[in-house]
T-cell receptor, first 114, second 115 residues
């Protein structure tokens, strides 16, 4: 079965600084990978996803992620964060051999400091 | 329209009550989901409906009973819940269920408190 690890539970960063949120996964088969964001008291919103092809994926709000198969990683980056990026970020994985059963990592709380 | 609508937004119920959470989408999606999310935790999958049939039940206690009356609606019937069932219940949907990496669209959730 697949699993997802997010190494940093909390990441504080100053406004306009770059940020990287780390995600590693484990699976015995090929996977689809996702990053979702959850703002306070809201549902989850897709930032970006990797299905196949180019390993660099661009998403909404200036975020991008790079799929590294050898390191089984899918780290999320943004070159310059804003206060409005303060939220919980979840990395998620779905095995290609199963239903769209998406398993979420434990989450990383990003706090942008003015 | 990429909206999944959930009602009610907040629900307080006693342990002997029977209540229901409702979810609706009009995106033509054929897969619908219920997730449970505790504070500061990731969502946990409860049920998956595929073409209006229950395809995945993640060993959820029988006090939670899902129902999919048609392709646009998903209900979660609640009966004899425990205080530890208090959580945010998220409904979601995707275009198709099968091995395709479809984007899952989430509603804003129903906050459930069991007293």
């Amino acid at each position: 079965a697949q699993s997802v690890t997010q190494l940093d539970s909390q990441v504080p960063v100053f406004e306009e600084a770059p940020v990287e949120l780390r995600c590693n996964y484990s699976s015995s088969v090929s996977v689809y990978l996702f990053w979702y964001v959850q703002y306070p008291n809201q549902g989850l919103q897709l930032l970006l996803k990797y299905l196949s092809g180019s390993t660099l994926v661009k998403g909404i709000n200036g975020f991008e992620a790079e799929f590294n198969k050898s390191q089984t990683s899918f780290h999320l980056r943004k070159p310059s964060v804003h206060i409005s990026d303060t939220a919980e970020y979840f990395c998620a994985v779905s095995e290609k051999t199963s239903y769209d059963k998406v398993i979420f990592g434990p989450g990383t709380s990003l706090s942008v400091i003015p | 329209d990429t909206e999944v609508t959930q009602t009610p937004k907040h629900l307080v119920m006693g342990m002997t009550n029977k209540k229901s959470l409702k979810c609706e989408q009009h995106m033509g999606h054929r897969a619908m989901y219920w997730y449970k999310q505790k504070a500061k935790k990731p969502p946990e999958l409860m049920f998956v409906y595929s073409y209006e049939k229950l395809s995945i039940n993640e060993s959820v206690p029988s006090r939670f009973s899902p129902e999919c009356p048609n392709s646009s609606l998903l209900n979660l019937h609640l009966h004899a819940l425990q205080p530890e069932d208090s959580a945010l219940y998220l409904c979601a949907s995707s275009l198709g269920p099968f091995r395709s990496g479809n984007t899952i669209y989430f509603g804003e959730g129903s906050w459930l408190t069991v007293v």
